[in-house]
């Protein structure tokens, strides 16, 4: 396996995630908004009609614009998340060269979206999507107040295992 094919490690994500946050946000607003970023990025997102057992689709041809297909009856919160992991394609992407020669035509399934997963993309793209949503300085602050995961999950508008997620990959879990 070369270098490029490596998954982003988790402190990467993290700086990429904060760069983009801070570029094309805001540095203390929530939710942040992964649509905004993404058109700001001068990224299509649309709600399409996809299959049932899709979540969202990253696609460009070569020489195109990058466009994001999210499954327009998902839940708002599923929405954000999964647009955000599809951001987090486009940066691994980019982040590997010759972005604008690229033909992408990547599909994501739910299955795969809501496990660990061991492509070493989909790590990435997941990393970087809980990095972009929930930034760790954040979760930091805010548990000071309370570790009530319910209310950490609505302050960044993402699913409770999305959290639960995020917190456990920080050691932030309390398993009490
Ligand atoms: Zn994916």
């Known amino acids: 396996m070369t270098t490029a094919e490596k998954a982003l490690s988790l402190a990467q994500a993290e700086t990429l995630a904060n760069q983009i946050r801070l570029n094309y946000w805001h ?3 929530f939710p942040v908004d992964p649509v905004t970023i993404g058109t700001e990025l001068g990224i299509r997102i649309i709600d399409a009609d996809l299959p049932e057992d899709v979540a969202g689709a990253f696609l460009k041809k070569v020489g195109g614009d990058p ?6 009856f998902d839940p708002l919160n599923r929405k954000r998340f999964t647009c955000a992991h599809e951001l987090g394609h486009y940066v691994y992407r980019l982040e590997r060269g010759h972005f604008d020669e690229q033909e992408i035509d990547h599909v994501d399934k739910r299955s795969e979206l809501s496990s660990t997963g061991k492509c070493p993309e989909e790590i990435s793209a997941s990393r970087f999507a809980a990095a972009l949503l929930m930034p760790v300085e954040k979760i930091h602050a805010l548990l000071k107040d309370s570790d009530d995961i319910y209310a950490l999950a609505n302050f960044f508008k993402v699913s409770v295992s999305a959290m639960r997620y995020r917190l ?3 050691g932030l879990l309390n398993n009490d």
């Open 168 to 170: 456990d990959s920080l």
């Open 27 to 29: 540095r203390d607003r």
């Open 67 to 72: 466009i994001i297909m999210l499954h327009e």
